[in-house]
């Protein structure tokens, strides 16, 4: 089976704009979870979407939103892009809401400027 | 809310022994996981504890004590390819959310 797969993998973007990420999970997976990572800062959630639905979400501004698609791949959007975006963006992907495992993708590297 | 703990460092010599703990506090615990992530690398997945007790993977355990609201990973025989960050992650809630703390930055020295 092909892993979780992220595009783009890296991205440059300037302060105010805004920025589109894709997540395809592994075939036959329904839930997709978003986390930002920033040095010192772990791996903050964002939100999961499981069968189209946003099931969880974090402590993030409203800027950050997501959605899911009918064969389950998701795309993540932040609006007004912030200096303190800049970040590494993880998509992870499991069955279903009961699996413990998520399996992660590479990640895509946002650089805000 | 959900909150995690754990040290931000730990160095150990090659072919030792090395133990991260991780407290935590949250509501509709269902089960505490330890991800491997090395740099530049994708978190990737190395156990999982819902029950008290010590589960043994190869030559990684991960412990669990649900009433202390603590667990932690042991790794035994270090080899410097365990040089990585570590983090534990509780599921909890209605949908199983997973919350990630922020990492043991472990560094194996020979």
């Known amino acids: 089976k092909a892993g979780v797969t992220q595009t783009p993998r890296y991205l440059i973007k300037t302060r105010g704009q805004q920025v589109t990420l894709s997540c395809s999970p592994i075939?036959?997976?329904?839930?997709v979870s978003w986390y930002q990572q920033t040095p010192g800062q772990g791996l903050q959630f964002l939100f999961e979407?499981?069968?189209?639905?946003?099931?969880n979400k974090g402590n993030f501004p409203g800027r950050f939103s997501g959605r899911q698609f009918s064969n389950s791949r998701s795309e993540m959007n932040v609006s007004t892009l912030e200096l303190g975006d800049s970040a590494l963006y993880l998509c992870?992907?499991?069955?279903?809401?009961?699996?413990?495992?998520?399996?992660f993708g590479p990640g895509t590297r946002l650089t805000v400027t | 809310g959900q909150s995690l703990e754990q040290p931000s460092e730990v160095t150990a010599v090659e072919g030792a022994i090395v133990q991260i703990n991780c407290t935590y506090q949250?509501?509709?615990?269902?089960?505490l996981s330890w991800y491997q992530q090395h740099d530049g690398g994708a978190p990737t997945f190395l156990s999982y504890?819902?029950?008290?007790g010590l589960e043994e993977t190869g030559r990684f355990s991960s412990f669990l004590s649900r009433s202390d609201s603590y667990g932690y990973l042991l790794l035994q025989e270090l080899q410097m390819k365990d040089s990585a960050s570590y983090f534990c992650?509780?599921?909890?809630?209605?949908?199983?959310?997973?919350?990630f703390g922020t990492g043991t930055k472990l560094q194996v020295i020979p």
């Open positions: 979407y499981f069968s189209e639905t946003q099931r």
């Open positions: 949250t509501s509709g615990f269902y089960g």
């Open positions: 992650a509780v599921s909890s809630g209605g949908y199983q959310k997973v919350t």
């Open positions: 992870a992907s499991r069955p279903d809401r009961e699996a413990y495992e998520q399996y």
């Open positions: 075939s036959g997976h329904r839930s």
């Open positions: 504890n819902a029950l008290d």
